[in-house]
C-alpha cells in the first residue's frame, strides 16, 4: 500500500459506515436504489484499489 492510500483510509473508511446505514435505511438516499448502486460501484471500485 502507498503512503497515499494509508491517508486517504479515514475517508474511505467513513464511506464504507455511511454504506452499511444506506443499506439500513437511515439515509434518505436508501430510498432511491440508483443512488445506492452508484455508491456501491464508486467504493467497490477503491476497494480494488486498496487490495491490489
Known amino acids: ?3 497515499n ?4 483510509l479515514p ?3 467513513s464511506e464504507m459506515t455511511a454504506l452499511r446505514e444506506l443499506k439500513i435505511g ?4 436508501a430510498q432511491n436504489p440508483e443512488s445506492v448502486e452508484t455508491k ?4 467497490n471500485s477503491k476497494v480494488v484499489l ?3
Open 11 to 13: 475517508e474511505f473508511l
Open 50 to 52: 486498496y487490495i491490489s
Open 26 to 29: 437511515n439515509n434518505p438516499i
Open 5 to 8: 492510500q494509508i491517508s486517504e
Open 40 to 43: 456501491m460501484k464508486e467504493i
Open 1 to 3: 500500500m502507498s503512503g
